[in-house]
């Protein structure tokens, strides 16, 4: 076993102290996964402490298959799209489209020059418009390869899909956000 499964065996045995480790070691990675894909930071903590409780509650049934950072993204995976579905069902409920971009743009700015600023959100909102527009099969895909730095083989473990899928999913992905920026491109 490699050091993450070692980790992962102790807090399956019970180990507190071996389960902060673990938080300490995939906490940012997960949350900023989360981000990536749900595009708010509250709702992405909230969601990453939901997966670490999923993984103290499962770790019980934990076995050494793969590697532990695959296990914790498909784990944070599920819940991300579990959580969306729920979100959409209860906002058409209330008759009221929800996206990742609306809950983006609900979130306060923090305080920057105004020149600053102006560019700097626009550019922010185009690309996190851009990547909320992107299919959550495409924007799984794209987060994972692209922005986390997971392998193709990992991308396609966590996604359950081909290899080949992965690759294509990411091309498809880069060429729908390229497309996109440059008719949002705010610079002059």
């Not at 906490?27 to 409780?53: I, N």
């Not at 991300?80 to 971009?101: H, M, V, Y």
Request: hydrophobic share 45%; charged share 30%.
């Amino acid at each position: 076993m490699d050091a993450d499964q070692q980790l992962m065996a102790r807090v399956r045995d019970g180990d507190r102290e071996a389960f902060e480790a673990l938080y300490l070691r995939f906490g940012s990675p997960v949350m900023r996964f989360l981000y990536r894909l749900c595009g708010d930071r509250v709702l992405a903590e909230d969601l990453t402490q939901d997966v670490f409780l999923k993984v103290w509650r499962a770790a019980a049934g934990w076995r050494p298959l793969g590697k532990v950072g695959t296990w914790l993204f498909q784990i944070a995976k599920h819940h991300w799209w579990n959580e969306a579905a729920k979100r959409r069902r209860r906002a058409a409920i209330q008759g009221s489209p929800w996206t990742a971009q609306a809950a983006a743009d609900a979130r306060d700015e923090r305080a920057t020059p105004p020149t600053e600023r102006v560019t700097r959100v626009e550019w922010a909102r185009a690309v996190e418009a851009a990547l909320a527009a992107l299919s959550p099969k495409l924007r799984l895909v794209f987060v994972l390869v692209r922005l986390e730095g997971v392998s193709y083989a990992e991308t396609a473990e966590i996604a359950g899909i081909p290899v080949g899928t992965v690759k294509s999913r990411a091309a498809a992905a880069e060429a729908a956000l390229r497309k996109r920026l440059r008719r949002e491109d705010p610079s002059p």
